[in-house]
């Protein structure tokens, strides 16, 4: 990975046709990029590696919430699945979050590696399928309208 180039550049791919949620994911993989680009030449006891993982955990954090909000309001089947898999994310942010303020140097490919497959596989497969599932729902409430 060069210093200019993303990790996890955005892709036609990931959109899930929803614009908010595409937007909330593009923000989510530029703050993702910003912190591996500084992790990559920098130490983690760098107090500006911490605030761009605060932007990112906080970010996320929001965008979690957005999207139960959605799956509340369409009573989507599989709220409870989707939400599980949310908080092994937090979990899991949380815990880097922990090691980062103990002054643990992880490996730039370790954190890498868990936001690709956080952030892509599951906007790849969960929030696909749920932008898909709840346009599906809302097209059955105007059809009994």
Not at 34 to 51: G, H
Not at 109 to 121: D, N, R, S, T
Request: proline fraction near 1%; aromatic fraction near 12%.
């Amino acid at each position: 990975m060069g210093l200019h180039s993303d990790f996890l550049p955005w892709s036609d791919s990931y959109s899930v046709g929803d614009a908010v949620i595409d937007q909330h994911h593009q923000m989510i993989l530029f703050f993702a990029n910003q912190f591996i680009k500084k992790v990559a030449m920098d130490s983690f006891k760098d107090k500006e590696v911490l605030e761009l993982f605060d932007n990112l955990k906080n970010y996320t954090l929001m965008h979690f919430k957005f999207e139960e909000d959605l799956m509340n309001k369409f009573c989507y089947l599989t709220t409870k699945d989707h939400k599980t898999y949310h908080q092994k994310i937090v979990q899991n942010i949380l815990d880097f979050e922990i090691r980062f303020k103990k002054g643990e140097e992880t490996a730039p490919q370790e954190i890498a590696e868990f936001l690709k497959e956080w952030i892509v596989i599951h906007i790849l497969n969960e929030d696909q399928n749920l932008v898909k599932d709840m346009k599906t729902i809302a097209e059955k409430g105007k059809d009994k309208k």
